[in-house]
């Protein structure tokens, strides 16, 4: 499913008193990438869960369309792929294992040699078999990556996608980004990083 | 890339699996559920001291010994993914009734293998004969799915609330005592040697429908607010 179109209308939080942002509107097209910058507790990662229905607005709403057609909001998470500091795999598992086992949880059957394909994409060939938790930072993050290229959803969520990665590795994220682009995937990124932002066509600043 | 959508029984099998894999890695539910059961055991074998118990207080604490067995290991399924960060994950990729019939059918699986562990053990230390297996093994069955169902849903509630352990058997016991109750009464018919009254099976049975499809509606609403 893709050519999704996400749609901000009047969209605004707050936690008690604290308002994090308020009445953003925008319209995100298929193809297009979005950059959310601002400060550390400015709420950049709030909004991305907040498109994503992890966190309920406290005003207005976010939309989502497919040719046409608003996505109802209980079936809107198989559109979204969420990479996050939060995304937490199961040390108890291998990479190979994490990865099987989330593309079946979202209800999509891949082959061995398709998920392998997917761990390849992201440098972490021959590593695949170890459990997680001998894995470095960098290389969960790299198999995030992977959970995304395996899943291929039409929107793309990165919260700070480029941290713990080497320069190989921040490479690797242009070129995923570029290639979710091309295929008409719509990219958000949350980041404070100015290289990560000028993947983006457009910005939402946080203050 | 050529992907195909997986059917429903599928995604719910991978649920369990997972937790099957985690479980033999850590073993932290099945030790905890079965030195809790060996000590209780071992303990009320010793109080006895070969004394012999009627078949109205072997049942009861036969259950009490399941039960307090499930508190101590079954809220593992939602509390240990909190612990370790993975509830996100699992609440961003996998679709919620799929995680509840996983978890369900996982905690029902590891509630079963214990009570096939813990009634031979029972038999041996208490110096008991169960003459109706058949029947016994059919309650068996129905009150672990019963525990199994409604813990599932309490352990969800406790690890979202952030109360874990304490809260966990508090909420579990009131919604669990009319399975208990009746439970009980036919596992002592049994030990007697009686075949429990059709409607006894019915009623456990019905109680297990109710619950799980009480549970898995309101499970949704847990899981997603």
Redesign the interface.
């Known amino acids: 499913m893709q050519g999704i179109i996400v749609e901000l209308v009047n969209v605004s939080k707050k936690y008690g008193r604290r308002q994090l942002f308020v009445t953003i509107n925008r319209q995100i097209c298929p193809g297009e990438c979005i950059a959310v910058t601002g400060s550390n507790g400015s709420g950049k990662s709030t909004l991305l869960k907040v498109i994503a229905g992890l966190i309920r607005p406290s005003s207005g709403t976010v939309k989502v369309h497919h040719n046409g057609h608003e996505v109802v909001a209980d079936k809107r998470m198989p559109c979204f792929g969420l990479i996050s500091p939060e995304l937490i795999f199961y040390n108890a598992m291998t990479g190979y294992e994490n990865l099987h086992f989330l593309v079946r949880a979202r209800g999509v059957g891949l082959s061995d040699e398709q998920l392998m394909h997917c761990l390849e994409s992201v440098g972490l060939t021959g590593r695949q078999h170890e459990l997680l938790s001998t894995y470095s930072t960098g290389m969960r993050q790299r198999l995030k990556f992977a959970l995304l290229v395996a899943l291929r959803p039409p929107i793309w969520l990165l919260d700070e996608p480029s941290s713990n990665l080497d320069e190989e590795g921040k490479k690797l994220v242009k070129r995923l980004v570029d290639d979710a682009l091309a295929q008409q995937a719509t990219v958000i990124i949350a980041t404070n990083d100015p290289e990560e932002a000028n993947y983006a066509g457009q910005k939402i600043a946080l203050v | ?6 059917p ?1 029984y ?2 719910v099998w ?2 369990v ?2 937790d099957a ?2 479980e033999l ?2 073993k932290y539910a099945f030790s905890a559920l079965t030195m809790f059961a060996l000590i209780t055991l071992a303990s009320i074998s010793m109080s006895l001291a070969g004394a012999t118990i009627s078949s109205a207080l072997a049942a009861a604490l036969f259950w009490i010994i399941l039960f307090f067995c499930a508190m101590a290991g079954l809220s593992r399924v939602f509390v240990q993914e909190q612990e ?3 509830l ?8 919620g009734q ?1 995680v509840y019939w996983g978890k369900t059918l996982f905690n029902s699986l590891l509630l079963i293998a214990l009570t096939v562990l813990v009634i031979p053990l029972f038999v041996i230390l208490l110096n008991f004969t169960i003459p109706l297996w058949l029947e016994l093994s059919v309650l068996l069955v129905l009150g672990d799915i019963g525990i199994a169902t409604v813990s599932t849903l309490t352990a969800l509630m406790v690890c979202r609330t952030g109360g874990k352990g304490a809260l966990f058997t508090v909420i579990t016991f009131p919604l669990l005592l009319p399975q208990f109750l009746m439970v009980i009464a036919s596992t002592t018919r049994v030990f007697d040697g009686i075949l429990p009254e059709v409607q006894d099976f019915v009623f456990m049975a019905g109680y297990d429908m109710t619950v799980l499809i009480a549970t898995s509606i309101l499970f949704d609403y847990l899981w ?1 607010d």
Do not use: E, H, P
């Open positions: 890339m050529q992907d195909k959508k997986l429903w599928s995604v991978a649920i699996r997972k894999l985690c890695r850590s370790a960060g993975t996100f994950t699992l609440r961003l990729y996998a679709n799929a997603y």
